[in-house]
């Protein structure tokens, strides 16, 4: 297993740089660090979707924040969770970048190779849940009279779906499997990446450049999801290009001595003005903290030889939770509606049930669809040489 202290980043070496780079190689490196942060940014975002299971046509008309199962011990995540897709921008931002970032610019890796890893990653479990929840659908249709939650679930939107394209800007509102427009957004991401490193090269300016231009485009374009993801996504990528610097290897203990004293400082701070009152400069204080937090999590996190296999695992689980529980909310729903009993979603027994179910489906699904199509994929389709 690859550290973060082994290998900054691929090609480091003159002999490093001639070599292609293969699909084994980019799959070894793991960052369990952030493989830990990406797993609580996942375990955040199922606290804050748990509010669905109060949707009503008429909106969330009976939902109490404070009312929903053992919030004395979750409220962080109750009432922060919306801010773990942010977290999940930065961390892809910064494992691309680590992984990718000279080899890209280097040539070494071609489009094909990159993106049928990104492919195989993610689109066989959104295909799968799409039809799923189009069916989930349906049925519920049939017993309520309306779609629940997300209710743009007609021919159109199916086909943005199928282009990951949902949340490109053609959408007139929220379809099918919702969570999964934070993926459509990202996706573009992805192709600015390859773009930008592959014709610009990978230099801290032209991350700079494209940093200032997203927080602009968001701040003059009415906040756009889009804008947003390439902020974070090229914070995490500005983090990794930064930490993998000389200078920064030259100055780790001093550098980890100021990380840790703003990841102190900031919470306190926000906590003091309650920055939740103030979206725009809670998203500001988010996105200017990710950067250090990464940080620290990529280069000074150390995993207990014991935990680590456990940390690979939750990491891995993260991209099918979060397409799962959606599915399984829809599915409460309709057992509930049949048996024309109200959901028990203040029970705390109903809630712990509700999140194991959650990561049971989503280990069995990794194991037995994800990792089973991906390497379908990848045999199918990544080519002989990597370069091309």
């Not at 309650?274 to 725009?280: A, L, P, S, T, Y």
């Not at 680590?308 to 529980?325: F, R």
Request: glycine share 6%; with cysteine; charged share 10%.
């Amino acid at each position: 297993m690859l550290t973060p202290q082994s290998s900054l980043s691929l090609g480091t070496t003159e002999s490093a740089a001639a070599r292609p780079v293969s699909l084994r190689a980019v799959r070894q490196q793991k960052l369990l660090g952030l493989e830990l942060m990406r797993f609580m940014a996942a375990f955040a975002v199922l606290f804050w979707h748990y509010q669905h299971l109060w949707w009503t046509p008429v909106g969330f008309t009976n939902f109490v924040r404070t009312a929903q199962p053992l919030y004395r011990f979750f409220s962080i995540f109750y009432d922060f969770g919306l801010y773990g897709v942010q977290v999940f921008w930065s961390i892809s931002g910064y494992i691309l970048f680590w992984k990718y970032r000279r080899s890209v610019a280097e040539r070494r890796i071609g489009y094909k190779t990159f993106f049928v890893l990104r492919f195989s990653r993610l689109y066989p479990l959104h295909f799968a849940t799409l039809l799923l929840v189009a069916a989930l659908q349906i049925v519920y249709v049939s017993l309520r009279g309306y779609s629940f939650v997300y209710g743009k679930n007609d021919l159109f939107h199916f086909g943005l779906q199928l282009l990951l394209a949902s949340n490109w800007g053609f959408q007139s509102g929220a379809s099918f499997n919702g969570p999964i427009w934070s993926i459509s957004v990202e996706v573009l991401a992805y192709i600015t990446f390859f773009a930008v490193l592959r014709y610009l090269g990978s230099s801290l300016l032209s991350i700079i450049a494209i940093m200032i231009a997203a927080t602009a485009g968001y701040a003059l374009g009415g906040h756009s999801p889009i804008f947003q993801c390439f902020v974070c996504f090229y914070v995490g990528g500005l983090s990794a290009t930064l930490a993998a610097a000389p200078w920064a290897q030259a100055h780790r203990r001093l550098l980890l001595q100021f990380a840790l004293a703003c990841l102190i400082i900031v919470p306190v701070i926000a906590v003091a003005i309650h920055v939740e009152r103030f979206k725009f400069l809670a998203q500001a204080v988010t996105i200017a903290y990710l950067p250090v937090l990464l940080y620290v999590m990529a280069e000074h996190c150390r995993i207990p030889g014991m935990l680590t296999k456990a940390v690979v695992v939750a990491g891995n689980l993260t991209y099918s939770s979060y397409l799962i529980h959606f599915p399984l909310q829809l599915t409460i729903a309709i057992v509930c509606a049949v048996l024309d009993v109200a959901i028990p979603a203040e029970n705390p027994v109903f809630f712990v049930c509700y999140m194991g179910t959650i990561w049971l489906l989503a280990w069995l699904t990794w194991v037995f669809f994800e990792m089973p199509c991906q390497q379908l994929v990848r045999r199918r389709l990544a080519p002989a040489d990597p370069t091309s």
